[in-house]
């Protein structure tokens, strides 16, 4: 699986979250003739919120083949289940 599809919601939440900002941050800018500290800071802070949301990743992402908790562990792989599992599957 191509690596930059694996977290397409965080990326997608940076995007949200960040191009508002840089377009309000744009447009405030071309209607004055120039970057003020506050668009300029508006859009310094929108693009770094863009780049954590790329660059993020989430904690759960292990590709399916890495449980996360012991509960994945048991869900991914259950010939991990031993007699020490009580009956919801969670091995103690």
């Known amino acids: 699986m191509n690596k930059y599809l694996v977290n397409w ?44 949301g790329f660059y993020s990743k989430s904690h759960d992402v292990t590709g399916g083949t890495v449980p996360a908790t012991q509960e994945a562990q048991v869900r991914i792989m259950p010939e991990n289940i031993t007699n020490s599992a009580n009956k919801d599957g969670i091995v103690k």
């Open 9 to 52: 919601k965080v990326r997608l939440a940076g995007l949200t979250a960040g191009l508002p900002m840089a377009i309000d941050a744009i447009i405030t800018a071309y209607g004055q003739g120039t970057f003020s500290n506050k668009s300029g800071s508006q859009l310094i802070a929108a693009v770094g919120v863009v780049l954590l």
